[in-house]
Nanobody, 128 residues
Framework: VQLQASGGGLVQPGVSLTLSCAAS????????MGWFRQVPGKEREFVAA??????STYYSDSGRFTISRDIAKNTVYLQMNKLRPEDTAVYYC????????????????????????WGEGTQVTVSS
């Protein structure tokens, strides 16, 4: 399984940026997919997630970020609007399968340790 995140870069505050996560070895419509971010010295934190069915989405900052997927391309996206300097981080995508005990419980989507596969991450720097 590989999750390849891309689309990061250096952008100015206030602009939009869309990250991509291309999956291979799994189907994004069979896994719940999440985006997390991490800055040096801090723990990796939840940003957004989409349930395996695609019917539910969850965010840490509703309104600015949107998670979506293209099943045909087996790719998940994170659209980020009105970027702020505090959004600067390495962004990671992750895939979460069904738990044998918890199933597809929604609380699992925000928890790092509940994800089975991780990508390498893409750097987003927001600076003027």
């Amino acid at each position: 399984v590989q999750l390849q995140a891309s689309g990061g870069g250096l952008v100015q505050p206030g602009v939009s940026l869309t990250l991509s996560c291309a999956a291979s070895g799994l189907s994004v419509n069979n896994y719940s997919m999440g985006w997390f971010r991490q800055v040096p010295g801090k723990e990796r934190e939840f940003v957004a997630a989409m349930s395996w069915s695609g019917g539910s989405t969850y965010y840490s900052d509703s309104g600015r970020f949107t998670i979506s997927r293209d099943i045909a391309k087996n790719t998940v996206y994170l659209q980020m609007n009105k970027l702020r300097p505090e959004d600067t981080a390495v962004y990671y995508c992750a895939a979460q399968g069904q738990s044998p005990t918890q199933g597809w419980a929604r609380w699992r989507l925000r928890v790092l340790s509940e994800y089975d596969y991780w990508g390498e991450g893409t750097q987003v720097t927001v600076s003027s």
